[in-house]
């Protein structure tokens, strides 16, 4: 339980990886934590999210409460689509988050105030901690 997503697995090259080694019909989805008390808080999920929309051509991301979903296809893929597939949800127990995940369901297109990361220059621990920091004051 370290507060540091390790550099290494949120970067370019490292996205890329999995991106080779999902099938065409592939999805990736991680979590990345966003306080939202902290005015840093787009700190690390947009250098995250910008990453991975560099390598995936289609990136939609949910904001929840100190978390944000970010989800990836390896195909191009719409938005109607990913809430067609949250939609076949059977799972009785999972049909509020289901909503609420259609709700807050975004595309995410890059943003330029934010970098990309890659192997030689992912400031990802600095960007927690200003995060955390600006949260606790």
Known sequence: GDIYAPFY???????????????EEGVLIINAISLEESKS???VVK???????????????????????????????????????????NI??????????????DEVEIDKEYPILKDDK?????LTYKMYKDASH
């Open 47 to 89: 250098p995250i999210s910008n990453t991975i929309k560099s390598v995936f051509p289609s990136t939609f991301s949910i904001k929840i409460p100190y978390n944000t979903i970010i989800i990836a296809t390896k195909k191009q893929t719409t938005k109607e689509e990913i809430i067609k597939k949250l939609e076949e949800n």
């Open 9 to 23: 697995l949120i970067t370019e090259e490292f996205f890329l990886e999995i991106k080779e080694h999902l099938t």
């Open 41 to 43: 808080k787009d700190n």
């Open 122 to 126: 992912a400031p990802i621990e600095k």
């Open 92 to 105: 009785e127990k999972l049909d509020n988050i289901v909503k609420v995940a259609i709700i807050r369901l």
